[in-house]
């Protein structure tokens, strides 16, 4: 077989894959990007991917090396105060509410929110700009086989492709990962997620706020204003039954749940969009490189929609990747770059997706004399002011500091 060449191929064209393109094609590698299905890039196409993400500060050098912020700015909703309310008491009624403001650590926001529909249909317009990225949606990865000088990939169109690195970008159930023979772990919930937007009568005036109750938090995050009024994405996590149930709800009866679980916060809700279902894991990877392959993103770890973690980690998995090739380009993909790789963010991955798992069992307390422990836990970690700043730094990202 004659085989293709590249410095990079990237297997999976979603967020993270896209993202990976364009900052490496911007550093000027070539790079062969590959998913087995086409982006959907508009929000009302069948397959549209109604949840939002937000990119947080130290996620924005990042975007901005790759061409991609100045693209995404015009669109995105910035995230000044993380809002935690606990609610856990007979009614659905806020009795503890906890502002976690930027400006305490920060002259910028915590991050800025955006549309994954959205970020796809920017993402693939910049890799239209760089001329050695060739992105390739409708071919998927067939067979990997990695050699110690390089890695040689058969694509579902029959094409072979030699790279010096392939990088697993391709999901949780990684074709990449199966094939290298890397395990995983996996945490389950019993929990799902129903991901839809919502219009509300009271600005949200930039925050993003997380009610807990029962069974998962439930989450408003801002948007962009639709139609001249105030607008937000909700993430609303519960049991699997009580999300089917939820899900099939008529409209009118699904906007009196949603209120009532919101306690009404900006007023009724009245839906925007259909609602999405999504399953709730946590999953690592045994380790996260393996002969001439990364492992980033989904394929190396995947955690509930808690504290805006998941895209943010797996670019800051893609901002090592890149910190290690620009080092020493002339070695990229060899066996020291991969080992550093996986020994540099393999402990931390492990531990920031601990640290969700127990935040999300936490939001998922139903009993309520374990509901008042966690409102006092919030409680008091909010009034210690050194605790707080150092949560918030946790939370985008930065290594605690000492108070």
Not at 58 to 76: I, T
Not at 107 to 136: I, K, S
Not at 200 to 214: K, L
Request: glycine share 8%; charged share 15%.
């Amino acid at each position: 077989m004659v085989r293709q060449t590249t410095d990079i191929l990237i297997s999976g064209g979603g967020v993270a894959g896209l993202t990976a393109a364009a900052a490496f094609g911007a550093a000027g590698f070539h790079v062969i990007c590959v998913d087995p299905a086409a982006p959907v890039t508009n929000a009302e196409a069948e397959g549209a991917d109604l949840r939002t993400t937000a990119l947080l500060q130290p996620s924005l050098p990042v975007l901005q090396a790759a061409g991609l912020w100045a693209r995404l700015e015009p669109f995105a909703a910035p995230l000044q105060i993380m809002r935690i309310i606990d609610a856990g008491g007979p009614v659905p009624a806020p009795r503890i509410i906890k502002d976690f403001n930027a400006a305490d650590i920060s002259d910028q926001p915590f991050g800025w929110n955006l549309p994954n529909w959205l970020l796809r249909r920017e993402m693939v317009a910049r890799l239209a700009e760089l001329p050695n990225v060739d992105f390739r949606p409708g071919v998927a990865t067939a067979r990997v086989l990695t050699r110690q000088t390089q890695a040689l990939v058969t694509l579902s169109d029959g094409t072979g492709v030699a790279a010096r690195l392939l990088i697993a970008a391709d999901g949780r159930g990684s074709v990449v990962r199966q094939a290298l023979g890397i395990p995983v772990t996996t945490l389950r919930y019993g929990q799902k997620a129903l991901a839809f937007a919502v219009s509300h009568p009271t600005p949200h005036g930039n925050v993003s706020t997380e009610i807990h109750r029962s069974g998962g938090p439930f989450t408003l995050v801002p948007l962009p204003d639709r139609d001249g009024g105030p607008a937000s994405a909700v993430v609303w996590m519960e049991t699997g039954p009580e999300v089917a149930r939820l899900a099939s709800l008529p409209v009118a009866e699904f906007e009196a749940a949603m209120t009532a679980r919101s306690c009404a916060i900006l007023g009724p809700l009245t839906l925007l969009t259909r609602r999405s279902v999504w399953p709730i894991i946590s999953q690592f990877a045994a380790r996260m490189a393996g002969e001439r392959t990364a492992l980033m993103a989904e394929a190396a770890h995947v955690m509930p929609p808690i504290g805006a973690q998941g895209l943010n980690m797996s670019l800051a998995d893609l901002r090592l990747l890149l910190e290690l090739a620009a080092a020493s380009p002339a070695t990229l993909g060899d066996g020291a770059m991969l080992d550093a790789y996986h020994r540099r963010r393999h402990t931390e991955v492990k531990a920031r997706i601990l640290g969700i798992d127990a935040l999300n069992r936490a939001a998922m307390l139903a009993a309520p004399p374990l509901r008042n422990l966690r409102a006092t836990a919030l409680d008091a970690l909010y009034s210690l002011a050194p605790l707080r700043r150092s949560l918030m730094r946790a939370g985008l990202g930065a290594r605690p500091t000492t108070p």
